[in-house]
């Protein structure tokens, strides 16, 4: 009897926190948000868009859905806590956090990882990040013996990389024992050093590694464990982006992006196997 009481009291404490929790990611009510007021007066919510898979996928083979990736399905449950539309407005690299201070969007959906230099400016809505992987040849002995990244920081070791890209100073200071040969190409990654063997090793983005696998045979990766998808290396966390000092309005973002975390995963899984 008494563990049937324990029981029903725990199942009761687990249904209040689940209401609490559900509670807590109700939008503010009006007064609270001068930003939220406006978008449930308009009628609409206001989005950056640009493409970044597999965050934000654009679909331009037709079909019913143009958009996919967990930031179209945690905008969509803003849209729909809201009780309002979406209205996707055209972003680039270069405008899509000035839009925001100057108010033209709502916040910004073209996934943005978060920097330094960009909190001076924005505020932002974590749900995911990007981290590096490093690919060789299978059939690489100086690749093939390495059972960690760290063992590829070795002067025997060749690692290619992009001359220009995010990954070059990384790369000069994660692997500063090893040979470092720069590569100007069009490729998103030097895969045409490794196939020819002028180098052992190169970066890639965790979710750029499952595609590349795929189109490419004989490469392996490091780390191992989890095809790479678990990887910290240089990882940035990666959001959306809203206008700096609204806090009532990013709080309640954060917390339904927080009570989304499994599906925002599941989604951003599906769309590195299914689309890229």
């Known amino acids: 009897m008494r563990s049937k009481k324990c029981l029903t009291l ?22 609270q948000s001068p930003r939220i007021d406006n978008i449930r007066k308009s009628g609409v919510l206001r989005v950056g868009m640009l493409a970044n898979p597999p965050w934000l996928f654009e679909n331009t083979t037709g079909g019913s859905q143009r958009w996919e990736g967990p930031a179209w399905v945690l905008v969509n449950e803003y849209a729909k806590r809201l009780g309002v539309k979406i209205q996707e407005v055209a972003v680039s690299n270069d405008t899509k956090i000035p839009v925001l201070p100057t108010n ?10 978060e920097t330094p230099e960009r909190l ?3 505020d932002f809505v974590l749900y995911s990040k990007q981290s590096l992987c490093m690919f060789g040849l299978a059939s690489n002995e100086r690749f093939a013996k390495a059972k960690s990244i760290d063992d590829l920081n070795d002067p025997s070791v060749t690692v290619a990389y992009l001359v220009g890209a995010a990954q ?3 790369v000069k200071e994660r692997f500063a024992k090893a040979k470092q040969r720069g590569q100007i190409t069009s490729n998103v990654v030097p895969v045409d050093e490794i196939i020819a063997r002028r180098a052992d090793a190169a970066p890639v983005n965790t979710f750029a590694w499952i595609a ?3 189109k490419v045979k004989g490469l392996a990766v490091l780390p191992k464990e989890n095809n790479c998808q678990d990887s910290n290396e240089k990882s940035q966390p990666v959001g959306l982006a809203v206008n700096k000092n609204e806090d009532v309005y990013r709080d309640w ?7 989304m975390s499994g599906p925002l995963r599941t989604e951003e899984l599906r769309v590195i196997n299914d689309k890229m």
Request: hydrophobic share 55%; aromatic share 4%; proline share 10%.
């Open 104 to 113: 033209q969007v709502d916040l910004t959906l073209a996934p943005v990882a």
């Open 168 to 170: 070059e100073p990384w």
């Open 212 to 214: 590349l696998s795929r």
């Open 253 to 259: 973002l954060r917390k339904v992006a927080d009570g």
């Open 120 to 122: 001076a400016v924005v």
């Open 10 to 31: 725990l199942t009761s404490l687990i249904a209040a926190g689940l209401a609490s929790a559900a509670w807590a990611q109700e939008p503010p009510a009006p007064g």
